[in-house]
């Protein structure tokens, strides 16, 4: 066994270097391959990929995706994957065989696109019942297939939701969460740039002291005290709540709640000329909206007395002064840390002027209150910041009673501290004013508040600032500031989102404080998620692309179908059917004569005939074939009945309003708007819409979410005609694509508008839009209000079917190009270029505001001037466009010989760069590529085309061009070439990032051609514009395959046969070469195996002479030939051979019969019921998620994490599979240590400590050994930036540190025996589910290692260590076990023999290794040369050592949870539990605690000195329930309440933990009384776990009676022979299709143990193996196990 394992580990490591160097030219550069990917739109499944291959590719994320072969580029995922899969063969992920490559192949294709399309749901049923009996997609190993569909699903937001709720099936969620766990799929996710991962499905909010709600991270606020918190709310009345506002509310309510406190609604009116009345009432609303209940109302001004009186206190204490100082200089100043001349002045003279500015008088007005603080501080707001300005406005609440107002900075501490504010939540930009804050409070001695920071909301193609927003309405850019363009909570809310999402959003925000900047898709999808279950459908085709369908042999009617096809509770709607409907133009186009179709809430029907005009689908003929009910594969189509009942509406679509995603520092937004943000098209909407009401959501099957903006109104009061329903566009997360052109209309200011009527139009649109303003302010009725409005909106429509066009906003006509003078327009081009450059300086210069507003001021002016005079805004930077060339160029040659130079010159400057040439040279090369281009575009006006080839000519348009007549082979191969010159000016256009002006032109080239060159041969261009090679004469390339294929052979059968190097090589060589000759002469890869792909095949009718018996029969029979050839290890030519045959039988079954053949998979009828999940539980106000929310036997994984987690064992660590241990769970390990290391003193073992880091040379010589584990071993390789020497192993076990040192104490038989033990941890990098305490990559345990000089020394120690091991389960744990040996091959890698203790976990049905205890002969003692002198010898002959080795970890800790635990949490065992007792006061009022509270410490000291471990909970912010549940969660073994009562009675009242059963003890003896009582716990949970163990282990002698055994969650004692084969058979035909758990994979049962006591003579046994007929030597204890 020994010798075979270092020749198997011999053997693999010559095949890796043989390969690695003998491998075909493609796979030898393979190793140096570097793939980039696009970091803007990074690719999950090409990461994945690189990480499974990252010994052979280097992997970046760059600015494109690309990988270099050879000469070539490839950038699709699908390429680049395919190509590096077999590239590296050995790493499998392209499968075994062809028929696993060919499946691989489909489900590449089916992971990148089938899950962002509508039918998400069905492709993830679908991949649900693929992994129904299979663990990975294809095969039994990983695979691209695994990597496509993984990536596939998490770059779906849908999915994350999906899978938290359960809804996935169950076989799709376990191999989510195997694929998750591997650790390259953790490196690759958590490599990842900022995108959708989608939400981390377990995660959980921390909770705030006290806290309740899940979410995001709340922090616990400092001080708090329940019932003792006061927030407040204090927003500026300046405009309307937008979402960043709607944050700082809720989390305000958060805390308010959280802590059963108190919140302050405030405005904020310090300055008059922002304040005003109508915003106050609009945010009150919007408030209510949000569903926040304030418990104060206040405003700010209602403090103006006092802080007057606090200002005039700070003046006359010499902290304050007034300064008349010019505001430009005063910002000079407090820039350069300078005191201002007034800061000296006298209380005398500061009171003189501070009454001028109370009085408003002239000179007050140029005054200003400064605090006197720190000029010389870093902290610029401590440099003397003001507090009081004059200001003669009036207030809207006090009138002119004020002349001076404070500043916010002032007024807040004040208003906070008065208020009874207890913590102050601001946003983190505020950070450097918390310094102030605190210090106006000490300094007028009052009460300090806590200051919370947390970061503010920041948003993609937003701006947030109330100034810019109130721009976008003063401008008439929006309808008003609820335009659903707007992040306003009205825009939002008017734009579908739903308030409900809104909170959802803001509470998983949390209150962090670290600021990103997010996209608006995730809460989209929030709402999404709300909206989905109860959103009614209805059906809208385009008007502008309808086609009319002719639906035989139908008649008209009507009948009732559901509004929703998954909750009937939403109602139902009339669906009109008849002999005349309509389709989508689209969708027409992609029926085919004869398909099968489905047509939703209709049936299927077959495609009869389709009508084309102008290639065009013009008409199409359906016929029902309503009896077939399999819409599993067909396209299902929305559709409409003619009848005059349909509703007109119109479907609204908007777009970010700023163009550009983040806005830099210094960037104004106004560059980054004007672009087309509304996209209206025109649908035809089935009757059931005309019942819609404002606001209310819907669903268009098919085109997506929308809310009813204005409702269906027959006959307009305006017009006369009917009001079309205006639905608006909810977004759902996904990415928006507005619609095409085609199918929407939206404002164009080119298209002309009649003069006369459309101006005067114009007018009344304005004079309208004034009534309807002051109609709002004026606060007037709503039927006033609304009347006007329809009114306004009457003229807008009247204007747009008069124009075409919608209004411009603020009813005024856009300015028409005036006809300037061109020398005008330049100069004052010239003019703003100058300007703006000033003003750009001057702000890097830091100058100040008014000398800066004055160069705006200019700068603005000058572009108002350009305006005016040409009727457009000025071209960026100030320089006027390029003028287009005239058609006919200057000089055409000239301008060609230009573009010839350029191109020569940028391949010099591209050569030149790859070269590596110096910078100088470059820069030389460059500087002539632009004077080139300078030239050209001196010459035609315009930049020279990209490649410096000339752009092609626009195609004409294709929709009037006329279909070209069939042309010659020379016209098809002419149009080739042009497409493939096309192809690469798009390419060049893309890579060189051109503008899409630029593009898109070049693209619409392209694709006239390609239609060109279909119209001219009837098929599509071939892939590059390059036409097929033709197939070369059949003759010479078959006898070229074969040559391939017998070459091939001949390679393998070297390579098997591990010949000479030279020798491979050669035939290598000859096979490539072969290969070559193959490609030159037919154009084509040689296919693989040297065998040529068979042609079409045609489809041949079984044998009707056979009977369906018959082939049964043929299907079984061949089928058990496949079982018996994979049995056998057959070649995989002869298996694949005989799969084939099998696959033949069963199509000719399923063709003669039209069903699958008995035995295929097939889902039940219980199965294909669609399960009806329960709604996932709703956590009621005032409930916490302190409990445990799964169920031990329903959701183990869930329930097993739940419990570590929440009962403080364990905390995750940011390095997967290496987990904290928390005290609760340590002490479980020390109470071990302590018991364990006493036992082993008493066999003479002494504890040591050996280094952890092993030597390469010293694993090298425990190959045998060390092979199990060396996937497994982590490597130190470098020290800072240095690349050690040599690398260095963490032990993964200590022999290879320890024995080399016994090797040298040990001289004489006198030295032994040694006995050493150590406490130490391991690190063992597994690559399997890494599980909390049961599999970990580190872990702590106790190695022992022991040399004797007798072989009966070392057998006793084997057994004397394993009693101990069964005596820390039974003693401390109350875990029954099995003590036994292992078989052959489960026995220790090395050793002689391997002793274990087996236990049970009866949730799994699985056993689970205790501990072990190895006998490991004199391996290793000859290995490290562990040797002695014979002391019965007088030749001085040397004996080698007998040695053991022995060991027990912290999965001991996970066996106590997953053995003892139940559905309320852990159970602990006494003897092991750090609180044997915990003390809960009950009844506890302010009269009783102080009594209650020394009485339970009292007797927390008393039980203590007996020995008990107890803990008394006196905490007061909880009451007595909660801390039940608390420490019944955390399964302390008992629970001590008292009462009032049972201080009165001289009593306690005790709970067990493990029943729950409740008894009263009297004080008097109650320590022995409790010590009794916990011996009875430890023997009751042993006991309870033993007859469990016992019910559920079976004997049987009957194969069949095993695997059903099995199948019901037994572990089985069975005969067995003891053969290594046997058992791999066992557990091979054992496995069983289904999973054992939803959240594992499939597996067969392996030996555990030979258990020492036999339940029978297994010696007149058959062995249990189905295919040994040998007799048994023991009964084998066999299951499922971890």
Not at 82 to 110: C, K, S
């Amino acid at each position: 066994m020994l010798v075979g394992r270092i020749l198997q580990t011999s053997l693999l490591k010559h095949w890796r270097t043989t390969h690695c160097s003998l491998t075909t030219a493609v796979q030898i550069t393979a190793m140096k391959h570097t793939l980039t990917v696009d970091k803007s739109k990074p690719s999950l499944y090409l990461r994945l990929v690189a990480e499974n291959l990252k010994d052979s590719v280097t992997f970046k994320w760059d600015t494109v995706t690309a990988l270099k072969v050879n000469n070539l580029s490839l950038h699709s995922p699908e390429a680049i994957s395919r190509h590096l899969a077999r590239a590296n063969p050995e790493a499998g992920l392209y499968g075994n065989n062809l028929l696993q490559q060919a499946e691989v192949d489909h489900w590449i294709w089916f992971g990148l696109n089938k899950f962002g399309h509508g039918d998400f749901n069905s492709s993830i049923r679908y991949c649900d019942e693929v992994l129904a009996q299979n663990s990975f997609m294809v095969g039994s190993t990983l695979s691209l297939a695994d990597l496509s569909v993984y990536s596939g699903l998490m770059s779906n937001h849908s999915f994350n939701v999906v899978l938290s709720k359960g809804l996935c099936g169950k076989n799709l969620t376990r191999w989510c969460d195997h694929i998750s766990k591997l650790p390259a799929v953790e490196i690759s996710v958590a490599d990842m740039p900022k995108i959708t991962r989608g939400s981390d499905r377990k995660t959980e909010g921390k909770k705030a002291k006290g806290g309740k709600e899940e979410g995001g991270k709340f922090a616990e606020l400092p001080g708090a005290k329940m019932g003792e918190v006061v927030v407040r709310f204090p927003p500026e009345a300046s405009g309307y709540l937008h979402i960043g506002h709607a944050k700082a509310a809720l989390l305000n309510q958060y805390y308010q709640q959280s802590f059963k406190g108190k919140l302050v609604m405030r405005f904020d009116d310090t300055n008059p000329a922002k304040e005003n009345t109508e915003f106050e009432n609009i945010i009150l609303e919007d408030v209510k909206l949000l569903n926040i209940d304030y418990d104060i109302f206040s405003f700010t001004s209602n403090h103006f007395p006092a802080m007057l009186e606090y200002a005039e206190e700070m003046i006359k204490k010499g902290l304050a002064y007034v300064d008349d100082t010019d505001p430009a200089v005063m910002k000079e100043e407090r820039e350069k840390r300078e005191e201002s001349a007034n800061r000296s002045n006298s209380v005398s003279q500061n009171m003189e002027k501070w009454n001028e500015m109370k009085a408003g008088s002239e000179y007050g007005k140029k005054c200003c209150l400064r605090a006197k603080i720190d000029m010389k501080s870093d902290n610029g707001c401590m440099r003397d910041p003001a507090i009081y300005r004059c200001k003669d406005e009036p207030h809207p609440r006090h009138g002119n009673k004020y002349k001076v107002y404070p500043t916010y900075d002032f007024a807040c501490p004040i208003v906070d501290s008065v208020e009874g504010v207890t913590h102050a939540l601001r946003t983190t930009e505020y950070n450097d004013r918390d310094p102030q804050y605190y210090w106006f409070i000490d300094q007028l001695g009052l009460r300090r508040p806590h200051i919370y920071a947390y970061a503010r909301l920041n948003l993609t193609h937003t701006v947030l600032s109330k100034r810019k927003l109130a721009w976008f309405v003063e401008q008439g850019l929006v309808s008003g500031w609820d335009d659903p363009r707007f992040p306003t909570v009205r825009g939002i809310l008017r734009r579908g989102m739903t308030v409900e999402a809104l909170k959802q959003f803001i509470i998983l925000q949390g209150s962090a404080r670290s600021v990103v900047q997010m996209g608006w898709d995730k809460i989209w999808t929030i709402n999404k998620k709300i909206i989905d279950p109860i959103a009614p459908r209805f059906t809208g085709l385009a008007k502008s692309t309808l086609v009319p369908v002719n639906v035989l042999g139908v008649q008209n009617e009507v009948k009732k179908c559901a509004k929703h096809p998954k909750n009937a509770e939403i109602g139902e709607k009339d669906v009109h059917y008849g002999s005349k409907v309509y389709l989508e133009g689209e969708d027409a186009e992609n029926l085919k004569p004869g398909e099968k179709i489905t047509m939703i809430n209709w049936g299927n029907m077959l495609v009869d005939h389709i009508s084309r005009s102008d290639n065009k689908v013009t008409e199409v003929s359906l016929k029902p074939v309503l009896e077939d009910t399999d819409f599993k594969k067909t396209v299902k189509l929305t559709w409409l009945a003619d009848v005059p009942d349909n509703i007109p509406a119109v479907a609204v679509h908007y777009d970010n309003i700023i163009s550009k995603a983040v806005l830099g520092k210094d960037e104004d937004f106004k560059s980054y708007i004007g672009h087309q943000t509304v996209f209206e098209t025109e649908l035809i909407g089935d009757p059931s819409l005309g019942t819609l009401k404002k606001g209310d959501i819907i669903q268009l099957q098919r085109r997506g979410y929308y809310i009813c903006d204005s409702p269906y109104q027959p006959v307009s009061e305006f017009t006369g005609l009917p009001m079309p329903c205006m639905l608006i566009n909810i977004p759902d997360g996904r990415q928006q694509v507005p619609p095409t052109p085609a199918a929407a209309s939206a404002p164009s200011i080119s298209t002309p508008v009649p003069s006369g009527n459309g101006d005067a139009i114009l007018s009344q649109i304005t004079e309208q839009g004034n009534t309807v303003r002051n109609l709002k302010s004026q606060k007037a009725n709503k039927d006033e209000i609304k009347a006007a409005v329809d009114k306004l909106l009457a003229l807008k429509k009247q204007y747009k079917d008069l124009t075409g066009v919608d209004p411009p906003p603020g009813g005024k006509p856009a300015a028409k190009p005036a006809a300037a003078a061109s020398g005008n327009a330049d100069n004052i081009l010239a003019q703003i270029a100058e300007q703006g450059n000033a003003v750009r300086n001057l702000k890097s210069q830091k100058a100040g505001k008014d000398v800066i507003k004055e160069a705006v001021d200019k700068l603005l002016a000058l572009k108002k001037q350009y305006k005016d005079l040409t009727g457009v805004d000025p071209p960026p930077g100030g320089k006027p466009a390029a003028k287009p060339a005239q058609s006919a160029a200057p000089s055409s040659g000239v301008a060609d010989k230009l573009l010839e130079q350029i191109a020569e010159q940028g391949n010099a400057v591209r050569n030149l760069k790859s070269q590596k040439a110096g910078k100088d040279v470059i820069k030389g090369a460059v500087d002539k590529l632009l004077a080139l281009k300078k030239q050209y575009k001196d010459l035609t006006g315009q930049d020279p085309p990209p490649g410096g080839k000339p752009a092609a000519k626009p195609a004409e348009n294709t929709s009037t061009a006329t279909k070209p007549a069939p042309a010659a082979s020379g016209d098809a191969d002419k149009i080739l070439e042009q497409i493939a010159e096309q192809g690469n000016i798009v390419r060049n256009l893309k890579a060189e990032k051109a503008g899409k002006d630029k593009v898109k032109p070049a693209v619409d080239q392209l694709l006239a051609l390609k239609k060109q060159y279909k119209d001219l041969t009837g098929s599509d261009p071939p892939p590059g514009g390059k036409p097929a090679p033709k197939p070369a004469s059949s003759p010479n390339a078959d006898k070229i395959l074969e040559a391939i294929h017998e070459q091939g052979n001949v390679v393998r059968d070297l390579k098997s046969k591990k010949a000479p190097k030279d020798e491979i090589t050669s035939a290598v060589q000859l096979l490539l070469k072969h290969k070559s000759d193959y490609k030159a002469l037919t154009g084509k890869d040689a296919p693989p195996g040297g065998k040529a792909p068979s042609s079409a095949p045609v489809k041949t009718m079984p044998d009707t002479s056979v009977t369906p018996e018959q082939l049964e029969s043929k299907i079984k029979e061949q089928g058990d030939k496949v079982r018996s050839a994979k049995g056998s290890g057959a070649s995989k030519d002869e298996i694949q051979s005989l799969v084939n045959d099998l696959l033949k039988l069963k199509a000719d079954y399923k063709t003669l019969t039209g069903n699958d053949p008995p035995g295929a998979p097939q889902q039940s009828s219980k199965q294909k019921k669609k399960e009806k999940k329960a709604p996932a539980p709703k956590v009621e106000a005032g409930v916490t998620r302190l409990g445990i929310e799964a169920k031990k036997f329903e959701d183990l994984p869930n329930w097993y994490s739940q419990v570590i987690t929440k009962s403080e064992m364990i905390e995750y660590y940011d390095v997967s599979g290496c987990y904290i241990l928390r005290p609760w769970s340590f002490f479980i390990w020390e109470v071990i240590q302590k018991w364990f290391d006493a036992g082993i003193k008493e066999l003479g073992v002494e504890n040591c400590y050996f280094p952890m880091f092993v030597s390469n040379s010293a694993l090298e010589k425990e190959k045998t050994h060390i092979a199990d584990f060396a996937p497994e071993v982590a490597w130190v390789t470098k020290s800072g930036d240095s690349e050690l020497a040599e690398p260095i192993a963490i032990r993964p076990t200590s022999e290879t540190v320890m024995y080399p040192s016994y090797a040298s104490w040990v001289q004489s038989h006198r030295d032994l025996p040694i006995k050493l033990n150590q406490w130490c941890n391991v690190v063992r990098w597994e690559f399997k589910h890494p599980q909390p305490f049961l599999r970990t990559r580190e872990f702590l345990w106790q190695e022992g290692h022991s040399a004797f000089a007798t072989q009966e020394e070392a057998h006793k120690e084997v057994y004397d260590i394993l009693d101990l091991y069964h005596g820390v389960y039974k003693e401390l744990l109350a875990i029954p076990t099995v003590k036994g040996r292992k078989t052959e091959k489960e026995k220790f890698a090395g050793g002689d023999f391997t002793t274990t203790v087996e236990g049970y976990v009866s949730a799994t049905g699985r056993g689970i290794q205790g501990a072990t205890s190895h006998h490991l002969g004199q391996n290793f003692s000859k290995m490290f040369n562990i040797q002695f002198e014979d002391p019965d010898s007088n030749s001085g002959d040397k004996l080698f050592a007998h040695q053991n080795s022995w060991g027990l970890s912290t999965r001991s800790i996970g066996v106590v949870v997953m053995v003892h635990g139940d559905d309320k949490g852990l159970v602990l065992p006494p003897r092991v539990a750090m609180y044997q007792a915990v003390i809960v006061p009950c009844g506890v009022s302010d009269a009783n605690k102080e009594q209650l509270n020394t009485h339970c410490s009292e007797l927390k000291k008393t039980l203590h000195k007996a020995g008990i471990r107890t803990h008394a909970d006196l905490r007061e912010n909880y009451n007595s329930g909660w801390k039940f549940n608390h420490w019944e969660l955390k399964g302390v073994p008992l629970r001590i309440e008292i009462g009032p009562r049972d201080i009165k009675n001289n009593q306690v009242v005790v709970v067990r933990r493990d029943t729950g059963v409740k008894a009263t003890l009297q004080n008097e003896n109650l320590e022995e009384q409790l010590k009794t009582l916990l011996d009875t716990v430890h023997e009751d949970m042993y006991n309870r776990a033993l007859l469990e163990r016992d019910a559920n282990m079976a004997v049987t002698t009957v194969w069949e009676d095993f695997c059903q055994l099995l199948d019901q969650r037994k572990i089985i004692q069975a005969p067995y022979c003891g053969a290594i084969e046997c058992e791999e058979i066992i557990k091979k035909d054992s496995a069983r299709t289904e999973a054992v758990d939803d959240k594992a994979p499939a597996m067969g049962a392996k030996s555990l143990c030979i258990p020492f006591n036999q339940p029978a003579d297994a010696t007149t046994e058959t062995c249990i193996c189905p295919k040994c007929d040998k007799k048994a030597n023991s009964y084998t204890l066999f299951g499922r196990s971890y």
